[in-house]
């Protein structure tokens, strides 16, 4: 339909309910007073008028309404400045004019059309600035400094191994409290011994050395906090603890009491080699704590990991190297070198071919093996290690964790005359220690800075194995020919109940010169203050050490 055909529209009111018209006249008793400015009230349409009545202000009639108001209060305290409090209204008829002084924030209202008040009150808050961004209440932390991938690798594996080695510990105790169900129709008195020393040995070595290598890396990976510096009490301690464990054993074993009591034999042995180790350890970490005030070679974190992965992964890597190598060295042969090293007299023991394979088993083919693979906790963090003290005392821990289950294991295979051989394996401690110690320094030259590294690194190792392969091969110069392997046969020394043969006096003699060998070692090192080159450092590196100390990095 086009717009010319539309009627034209109803004329309506204006939608404000319908109530006509306001006006502002001169002010009377109906005027509502609201901060100065009068305005007039509606009035309700006299009953029974016309509508166009003059005083119902030509108001439609059904639009009434009833006007409500408060009476006067107080100006409420906890009110927000500007605005009345919100209340609920009272009956009708009551009136309420609040004085304007009570709200001096409200602007003073412009009449408009019909009454309305135009524009928006104004308020006591200033406007708006530009945005100037968030302003935090407390500065940024500061940023962690950023960690060392290679550092933190090992960490991890450090974790790893240490969860593998707790659950090692965990199956050496199982296999300890079954060992005694062995059948004795497989294994003798003597053989069952010897697995419960080793497996005592492994569960303690599992359960005490994982927890605190758990700890330790707990620590590194997790919590991020640096490690404390290594140290022990004085070595004259572990001997003194060794002297009296052998004076009270030599008593025990001359009335009998020793082989009566199998639990506190294992406990004799295992402390047979557990103290004289000790007493290497720390004097090495005593001689190479540099001038009072500087931090000690290493950490605890550090020579966990070394002693631990001496007395498991070491042992477990030498122990399957040196068994595939001698399996090839024998193979083909009527009988087991090995066999006749303990039985001389069995059959085809006689062929000297046989002594020949023996003598480069034991003194070819293990010291090479063991010497070799004994420091890998060394190798693998040697890129980091700060100085060649610390090379040297890892390295020393690496042998000595090596040599606490391979001591045990000596020890115990000779149970009834246990502490004839506890003294000949005193020296055991220095000679895996020693030789570890000689190994880790030779990486240490090989892998920084310095003159002659390759010719450095290759003595170090040719003395570790040239040391290992002597205190072997001892036992070989009976097998000489003529009067010299009759001398050294015949050669032995019997103190009270205990009878040394000649191998053992010469294993003796070689530990005094192995000592007097590290004595020099440690001096040189500690005199020169061979210190890494420092590419691994960093300015947080440098916290945390005394002003006396010298400038290495942390210890990890």
């Known amino acids: 339909m086009s717009s010319e055909n539309q009627e034209p529209p109803e004329e309506r009111q204006p939608t404000s309910e319908m109530w006509g018209p306001w006006v502002v006249p001169d002010g009377g008793p109906d005027y509502l007073l609201v901060s100065g400015t009068q305005f007039k009230k509606p009035v309700e349409p006299t009953p029974g008028a ?56 409200f602007a003073v209202p412009t009449p408009s059309y019909q009454g309305y008040v135009s524009g928006p009150p104004t308020y006591p808050y200033p406007p708006y600035g ?26 991890i594996a450090a974790f790893t191994g240490s969860i593998l080695v ?21 294994l003798n008195g003597s053989q069952r011994f010897m697995s419960a020393v080793l497996f005592a040995a492994f569960a303690l070595i599992g359960l005490i050395g994982g927890s605190f290598g758990l700890y330790h890396s707990i620590r590194s990976v997790f919590l991020r906090k640096p490690s404390t510096g290594f140290s022990l009490p004085t070595f004259w301690l572990f001997v003194a603890l060794y002297a009296v464990l052998i004076g009270g054993g030599y008593v025990l074993h001359n009335r009998g009491q020793d082989q009566s009591n199998l639990t506190l034999l294992a406990v004799l042995i295992l402390l047979a080699g557990l103290f004289p180790a000790l007493a290497v350890l720390a004097l090495g970490n005593q001689r190479l704590h540099f001038p009072k005030g500087a931090a000690w070679p290493t950490s605890w974190r550090r020579f966990i990991l070394a002693i631990v992965s001496g007395a498991t992964l070491g042992i477990l890597v030498a122990g399957i190297l ?26 085809g023991c006689q062929n000297p071919n046989i002594y020949n394979l023996l003598l480069i088993a034991i003194a070819v083919i293990a010291p090479l093996v063991e010497e070799t693979v004994k420091p890998l906790a060394v190798i693998v963090l040697i890129g980091r290690v700060r100085s060649a003290a610390e090379a040297f005392v890892l390295g020393l821990a690496c042998g000595i964790g090596f040599d606490l289950i391979e001591t045990s294991g000596y020890i115990s295979s000779s149970s009834a005359d246990w502490l004839s051989t506890a003294l000949i394996r005193t ?27 390759v010719l450095k690194a290759a003595g170090c190792w040719l003395y570790a194995v040239a040391q290992h392969a002597l205190w072997n091969g001892a ?17 032995s020394l019997t103190i009270g109940s205990v009878t040394l043969q000649y191998y053992e006096l010469i294993d003796i003699g070689e530990a005094i010169f192995m000592l007097c060998f590290f004595l020099y070692m440690t001096g040189r090192i500690r005199e020169k203050g061979e210190i890494s080159s420092g590419k691994e450092r960093s300015e947080g590196d440098r916290k945390g050490f005394p002003a006396s100390a010298l400038p290495l990095p942390p210890l990890q």
């Open 50 to 105: 016309p509508a166009d009545n003059a005083a119902n202000n030509g108001i439609d009639p059904e639009a009434t309404f009833q006007e409500h108001a408060i009476a006067p209060l107080a100006a409420y305290p906890g009110a927000v400045t500007g605005f009345p409090p919100a209340q609920s209204f009272p009956p009708p008829g009551v009136r309420y004019a609040p004085p304007a002084a009570s709200y001096p924030n």
């Open 130 to 155: 530009p945005y100037a961004g968030y302003s935090y209440p407390h500065p940024y932390a500061p940023q962690l400094p950023r960690r060392d991938g290679y550092l933190l690798g090992v960490a």
């Open 166 to 186: 707790l659950l090692g510990g965990l199956f050496s105790l199982l296999l300890l409290a079954f060992v005694e169900t062995v059948s004795s129709s497989n």
């Open 322 to 347: 040196e068994l595939g190598l001698q399996a090839a060295l024998v193979r083909g042969q009527s009988i087991d070198p090995f066999v006749c090293l303990n039985n001389p007299n069995a059959s």
């Open 427 to 453: 020296g055991s401690g220095l000679l895996h220690g020693l030789g570890a110690a000689m190994v880790a320094l030779g990486w240490y030259y090989l892998t920084h800075p310095g003159k002659n590294r």
């Open 475 to 491: 036992i070989g110069l009976a097998l000489l020919p003529g009067s010299v392997g009759a001398f050294f046969s015949n050669l």
